[in-house]
């Protein structure tokens, strides 16, 4: 059993950064694949990011690669996203997940989801 709490949600203008975290409150993220997923009001949950257990691979949605980064500390328990250059499009509810089994960027492949943090990019 894991616990995500995800953190570092805001405000923020276009072309400006943020830098979300995940931190575990249960069992250690070691050895758990993990990823970040985003919603947005009245749309579906799309897959932003992923990254292996050990942190050597990792997974970007083609719209976020090149500005956003996710890593790992599995000593501070704590997945990381860092986003740069945001635009409004990328407003959401952002969450962390352990990965499960199956395909990398398919919600119903992760479990243990956080609660969220709300990003919103003003224009």
């Known amino acids: 059993q894991v616990q995500l709490v995800e953190s570092g949600g805001g405000l923020v203008q276009a072309g400006g950064s943020l830098r979300l975290s995940c931190a575990a409150s249960?069992?250690?993220?070691?050895?758990?694949?993990m990823g970040w997923f985003r919603q947005a009001p009245g749309k579906e949950r799309e897959f932003v990011a992923a990254?292996?257990?050990?942190?050597?691979?990792?997974y970007y949605a083609n719209s976020v690669k090149g500005r956003f980064t996710i890593s790992r500390d599995n000593a501070k328990n704590t997945v990381y996203l860092q986003m740069n250059s945001l635009k409004p499009e990328d407003t959401a509810v952002y969450y962390c997940?352990?990965?499960?089994?199956?395909?990398?960027?398919?919600?119903?492949?992760?479990?243990?989801w956080g609660q969220g943090t709300q990003v919103t990019v003003s224009s």
């Open positions: 249960g069992r250690t993220l070691s050895r758990f694949p």
């Open positions: 997940a352990v990965h499960i089994a199956g395909s990398w960027s398919t919600p119903a492949d992760y479990g243990s």
């Open positions: 990254i292996s257990w050990s942190g050597s691979s990792t």
